[in-house]
């Protein structure tokens, strides 16, 4: 950030009296602009014994397979943003069921907050956001081509709860992945 959004003057990075973060200050208003984690909702559709995915028409990511879920809207609560965003990608609509899973993703700034959906009815089809969407049976689900951790840990919990009968709510966080280490030389 580089200039301010009440008044257009430079802002500086600084710890402002009272906190003990650096944030962009103002150097002119004074005003304080905090940067905040952003909220990522989405559900798991069920069918039966199946799940919707959808197979990412987007970056990051592009042609892997996700849950329908994006970054929640002013003005909306986490239900009816998951079911948005499952209209948007899935052009589904859904029940919402429960909270299922919330994950912390500290890295990059971002909390995903999934629900257990019921499907309404087998009306669904690609929205803009996704090259195609599909049911899947546990058995048939890409397990390697899922987009993300947050995803592949929600549907190991989900497939997990259904086979003892009981859903329960999940809470993890996501560390970033560890760098691979470099190969060591060898002696010639």
């Not at 899947?136 to 929600?154: D, K, L, M, Q, Y």
């Amino acid at each position: 950030m580089n200039f301010c959004s009440h008044c257009s003057a430079r802002v500086s990075v600084k710890v402002p009296a009272g906190d003990s973060l650096p944030r962009y200050v103002c150097d002119a208003c004074g005003t304080i602009h905090y940067q905040n984690p952003k909220l990522v909702v989405g559900c798991i559709p069920q069918w039966e014994e199946r799940i919707l995915l959808c197979r990412r028409a987007i970056e990051p990511r592009r042609g892997l397979w996700t849950v329908p879920a994006g970054f929640m809207e002013n003005g909306e609560t986490t239900m009816a943003g998951a079911a948005r965003e499952t209209f948007e990608e899935a052009r589904a609509r859904v029940d919402m069921l429960q909270l299922f899973a919330l994950y912390n993703i500290p890295h990059i700034s971002q909390v995903y907050v999934l629900f257990r959906a019921a499907l309404r009815d087998l009306d669904f089809s690609a929205g803009e956001e996704s090259l195609e969407v599909r049911l899947f049976t546990e058995e048939e689900v890409p397990w390697e081509e899922i987009a993300f951790a947050t995803v592949r840990h929600t549907l190991r919990h989900y497939f997990d709860d259904r086979r003892r009968g009981h859903f329960e709510m999940h809470v993890g966080t996501i560390e970033p992945p560890v760098p691979a280490a470099p190969p060591v030389p060898r002696a010639p």
